[in-house]
């Protein structure tokens, strides 16, 4: 079945739908214990379930769940390039902005390497789209592909 762009539709796999349970559930199942020991509880073992209750809180707010739980990521070949291009788009803004603020050679060389290592990236992003990273290893030589640019200074 295909969406409405002409994607084939993906089902979201069990683990990807028990992080986000898990990422909206536990602060508030934490916050339901803490309260209802408060209000209900008059023995020190409620402070035990108090600071269990803060510990589901806390790994509900810092996202910890899906670092517990195993990734189903399968392309990360393409992940990783896009990270990397990422990357460039900041490196190409800061670059930008250091033009408008001073237009010397220098400055214009750097938005141009940024451009060219971008356009290397898109190439590789296509070379490993729709490859798992075993198959992406296999047909790439990863020092031609490697984007390694000095940062722009600010």
């Known amino acids: 079945m295909k969406d409405q762009r002409g994607s084939p539709e993906v ?7 028990m992080r986000k349970v898990l990422n909206h559930g536990l602060p508030i199942v ?8 408060i209000l209900f509880s008059e023995a020190l073992s409620g402070i035990a379930l108090i600071m269990f209750g803060i510990l589901l809180v806390e790994v509900g707010i810092f996202k910890l769940a899906p670092k517990l739980l195993r990734d189903d990521r399968k392309y990360l070949a393409l992940r990783s390039s896009t990270n990397v291009f990422l990357y460039l788009v900041r490196q190409l803004n800061t670059a930008a902005l250091m033009v408008k ?6 400055n214009r060389q750097a938005v141009e390497a940024i451009q060219n290592a971008m356009h290397q990236q898109v190439k590789r992003m296509v070379a490993v789209a729709g490859k798992t990273e075993a198959e992406a290893k296999v047909g790439t030589n990863p020092s031609a592909t490697e984007t390694t640019l000095s ?3 600010k």
Not at 11 to 17: E, L
């Open 11 to 17: 089902k979201p796999s069990f683990s990807r739908n």
């Open 30 to 37: 934490g916050t339901q214990i803490i309260i209802s020991v």
């Open 101 to 106: 603020e001073s237009d010397t050679p220098e």
């Open 151 to 153: 940062p722009v200074a």
